[in-house]
């Protein structure tokens, strides 16, 4: 089982293979960071975004969970996944 840290580590290398650093200068910020309102993905990259994450944690993320502000910043992403593993 994974932990929230870890899962945000994930989180962030797989957006930053998409489009580059994720911006906050520590780990907190980076936490926080709305990548979807940042335009780190668009939709395209967006599908392949949840692909991974599923693939990764062997789950299956709803429409619900998409359209969750959860799903929105990465920290929040983190715990809906810890959530969904827990």
Same mark, same amino acid.
């Given at each position: 089982?994974?932990?929230?840290?870890?899962?945000?580590?994930?989180? %962030?290398?797989?957006? #930053?293979?998409?489009? $580059?650093?994720?911006?906050? =200068?520590?780990?907190?910020?980076?936490?926080?960071? +709305?990548?979807?309102?940042?335009?780190?993905?668009?939709?395209?990259?967006?599908?392949?975004? %949840?692909?991974?994450? #599923?693939?990764?944690? $062997?789950?299956?993320?709803? =429409?619900?969970?998409?359209?969750?502000?959860?799903? +929105?910043?990465?920290?929040?992403?983190?715990?809906?996944?810890?959530?969904?593993?827990?």
């Amino acid at each position: 089982m994974s932990d929230k840290a870890s899962i945000v580590q994930f989180l %962030i290398a797989a957006l #930053e293979k998409k489009r $580059g650093p994720v911006p906050g =200068a520590d780990a907190v910020e980076q936490e926080r960071y +709305r990548y979807l309102d940042g335009g780190h993905v668009d939709s395209f990259a967006l599908l392949h975004f %949840i692909m991974e994450i #599923e693939a990764e944690y $062997g789950i299956t993320l709803t =429409a619900e969970d998409t359209q969750s502000d959860e799903f +929105r910043w990465i920290g929040g992403l983190a715990g809906l996944i810890a959530g969904k593993l827990g």
